[in-house]
């Protein structure tokens, strides 16, 4: 295999989710291709944005969009102009943010304190966002760990094939039928979890694993104890109030909790109090294992814990029979979509599985997030898209992006420079505007890391989730694809158990005005969750009405220029688009600075910078021409991938 096809086969889709091309699929033999997938829960699809990518509505890879895509246009001479425009504005946005890196810039000194010893070439890393800092720190012992957990299921395996009553019932029966092996493969998978999962939580909270252990319980008792009508909103309530809670008491620390119930010194405890043992609670807050501040990540556990007590609800209403027996597929080849929507049986409904579940060790701190019945059906039958090859080539490709990464950290200092409030009056337009693009770029990064890490970390123990960044971050134009691209698996919890029973855009008889005013409210509910479940900062929920407010001039503009209207004229109709998405990109980067970055007084500062002089707004027009040519490219980029069969719907 040479060089450049490796490198393609490194970069495919195929290698980054099998759920983008259906290459892992069963044959389409196994049940009609007409016929739509059976849903069978209140998460029914009213609109397209739940829509499975690269996927038709049969459950089978999307094959029709060959015929309508465009003829390539990657050698006309169109994009030769476009590949001149591209060769030479990279380069100039990397050496700009380069040059206010260096130390003889004017506000080194005033950032260098940020910066730590590096190994590249003799260059300072900038490893001073704190979020980011925390992974990269601990790289070497999560890999470790990424090695003994896998490892020590087999030896488990090894040693306990199947659940020795399950094996006796078997023996009896001298049939070794595949739901009961597959039934015997969920209890030793799950009994390992449990297992591990408790020594895992202990090891990273210590004693404030009896918190965690606390609020899953009471999660569980809803969904298990209260009438199925009442659990919805019940669960909705507790989830919430837990988030808030959390944040408010930052973690209900033991010595407030004695303190609360009299047994302190009767004041707050001080550092000598808790030296001292004088205050049992203070006492067990000095072993809060690895990470102390359980809450801080506990946000994504909250996702995990609405998605059992849902999809346990739901499985209450489901209909007599099984719909797979009913559409007679492999139960071992299913796709995600069948594995999410169908309910796993009422005895996995169990403690011990939930608990497995909500602290699987691989997913358990930032995702990727599974539902829970796709959750079970993986546990009963490994997916036919994890192969030994294709999970290699996702390790390689983990580690280009980190090596990415660190090459962006010792040479762009964007986020040190941003952190120090420095003197905006020092930099060009250019450099202004190269600061928050690269600025915008490291979060993208910072966030895909950790992400493909534990994703790989599933991947080995035999656990598929769903990818979380499909796409680059400057390979988007459009907001709400964006949005369907980035946090993938978030954004797809969202569509499931938020956007869906909401009403969606109110489904095909709420057409017009009224239907897309309905999908804008609702997009606005979902994005104030986001925001608050992000963190409880004024900055984040900013974050998320600007981006529901950035939505609306897509919705309109297509209501202005309707596709269908200039299938004749494709060449101009790309061209209008090109326009709007130049606008998309400006407003979502607007946006990602203020949630993300430098907030709204920082942006205001780049922003006055940037348009402040003659010279900025020659800039700033020079910039959109760049990002006209960046779009033409991204609109080619799905054709070609629609030519193959593949439409991402983002």
């Given amino acids: 295999m040479s ?20 290459s892992s699929w069963p044959p389409s033999s196994t049940a009609s291709s007409s016929e739509k997938p059976q849903r069978i829960d209140p998460a029914k699809s009213v609109t397209g944005l739940d829509a499975q990518d690269g996927v038709s509505k049969a459950g089978q890879p999307q094959g029709k969009g060959k015929d309508n895509a465009e003829p390539s246009k990657w050698a006309t001479p169109e994009f030769f102009l476009y590949y001149i425009v591209i060769g030479t504005a990279v380069p100039l ?26 190994w590249i070439l003799g260059r300072k890393v900038d490893n001073s966002d704190q979020q980011y800092s925390g992974f990269r720190d601990n790289i ?78 009471a999660n569980f008792t809803i969904a298990k104890g209260l009438p199925r009508s009442y ?50 609670g203070g006492v067990l807050d000095s072993y809060g294992g690895l990470l102390p501040r359980w809450e801080v990540l506990f946000n994504i556990t909250v996702l995990r814990l609405i998605s059992f007590n849902l999809d346990y609800c739901w499985s209450l209403s489901r209909v007599e029979g099984s719909p797979l027996e009913k559409k007679q597929l492999d139960q071992s080849m299913l796709s995600e979509r069948n594995r999410v929507d169908t309910p796993a049986k009422s005895e996995d409904y169990s403690f011990r599985n939930y608990f497995a579940y909500v602290l699987y060790p691989p997913l358990y701190l930032a995702g990727p997030i599974l539902t829970f019945n796709d959750f079970i059906s993986q546990l009963r039958y490994t997916p036919g898209s994890i192969s030994r090859d294709r999970t290699t080539l996702y390790g390689i490709r ?22 120090t409030q420095p003197a905006w009056d020092l930099y060009t337009p250019f450099q202004l505007s190269m600061l928050g693009y690269f600025n915008l770029h490291i979060i993208w990064l910072k966030l895909l890391l950790p992400w493909r890490f534990f994703r790989l970390w599933a991947l080995l123990d035999g656990i598929d989730p769903p990818e979380n960044m499909v796409r680059c971050m400057s390979d988007n134009y459009s907001a709400l694809a964006f949005w369907r691209g980035w946090h993938r698996s978030f954004n797809r919890w969202i ?64 209501y202005a220029f309707p596709k269908r209207k200039w299938k004749d004229n494709p060449g101009a109709y790309r061209m209008i688009c090109g326009v709007g998405a130049v606008g998309n990109i400006l407003m979502m980067m607007a946006a990602n600075l203020v949630g993300f970055a430098v907030g709204l007084d920082g942006l205001r500062d780049l922003v006055r910078g940037i348009v402040g002089s003659y010279s900025g707004l020659v800039f700033l027009a020079a910039a959109c021409v760049a990002l006209f040519v960046g779009a033409q ?12 069969g593949i439409k991402l719907k983002c």
């Fill in 3 to 22: 060089l450049l096809s490796y490198s393609k086969r490194l970069f495919s889709l195929d290698t980054l989710d099998t759920r983008f091309t259906g």
């Fill in 93 to 118: 946005m990397l050496k700009s943010v380069y040059d206010v890196s260096q130390p003889s810039h004017p506000n080194y000194s005033k950032y260098e304190h940020l910066l730590s010893p590096g």
């Fill in 140 to 217: 070497p012992y999560m890999l470790i760990l990424l090695t003994v957990h896998p490892s020590l299921r087999r030896v488990y395996e090894l040693f306990y094939p199947v659940d020795r009553r399950k094996n006796q019932a078997l023996q009896k029966t001298d049939q070794r039928t595949p739901e009961l092996q597959a039934d015997a493969r969920l209890d030793r998978r799950a009994r390992f979890d449990v297992g591990f999962a408790s020594i895992y939580l202990l090891v990273l909270h210590g004693t404030s694993a009896l918190k965690v252990l606390a609020i899953l319980y």
């Fill in 231 to 280: 659990v919805p909103l019940a669960t909705w309530v507790f989830n919430i109030g837990i988030l808030f809670a959390n944040e408010l008491c930052k973690g209900y620390p033991y010595a407030g909790i004695a303190q609360l119930l009299g047994a302190g010194t009767g004041a707050l405890n001080t550092s000598s109090d808790l030296k001292a043992n004088k205050n049992w």
């Fill in 398 to 419: 983990f580690l280009v992006s980190l090596l990415t990464m660190e090459v962006m950290l010792h040479f762009l200092y964007a986020v040190a420079i941003s952190k």
């Fill in 495 to 558: 569509v499931r158990y938020i956007y869906i029973p909401l009403g969606g855009s109110g489904g095909p008889g709420a057409r017009g005005s009224g239907g897309k005013a309905r999908a804008v409210f609702n997009m606005l509910v979902v994005f104030t969750f986001v925001a608050l479940w992000h963190d409880i900062q004024l900055n984040l929920l900013i974050w998320g009405w600007l981006v529901t407010l950035f939505v609306l001039p897509e919705v309109l503009a297509g």
């Fill in 633 to 644: 490219v991204m609109f080619e980029l799905r054709e070609h991938e629609l030519r193959h």
